[in-house]
Nanobody, 125 residues
């Protein structure tokens, strides 16, 4: 059964950088659309960034565009989210999500059927 395990979260100051990783077990990673979502305290889960199964298409929420970069290494079954110029509003639990057997799954959480447990990112001065 496919599983996703996120890592790389932590406590940083505004303006700092972090790189999140999501390692997928199973054999469907390279055939899966992937995405990152986040849930901030007291807020709904929101889309952060998505990527097609072969990496040729990426999409970013306006709030992170220009600061975050999403990439994947299909040989290592790993998804990355490079987060630069972090802001206080980026504080959230970040979740990796997958949808096997589609090229790209878009911005809606309901389109993804495999989820990780999340990694906490806290931006605080």
């Amino acid at each position: 059964q496919d599983q996703l395990v996120e890592s790389g979260g932590g406590l940083v100051q505004p303006g700092d950088s972090l790189r999140l990783s999501c390692v997928a077990s199973g054999r469907t990673f390279s055939a899966s659309a992937m995405a990152w979502f986040r849930r901030a305290p007291g807020k709904e889960r929101e889309f952060v960034a998505g990527i097609s199964k072969n990496g040729d298409t990426t999409d970013y929420a306006d709030s992170v565009k220009g600061r975050f970069t999403l990439s994947r290494n299909n040989d290592k079954n790993t998804l990355f989210l490079q987060m630069n110029s972090l802001k206080l509003d980026d504080t959230a639990i970040y979740y990796c999500a997958a949808r096997p057997a589609v090229k790209y799954a878009g911005r809606w959480a309901e389109n993804y059927n495999i989820w990780g447990q999340g990694t906490q990112v806290t931006v605080s001065s």
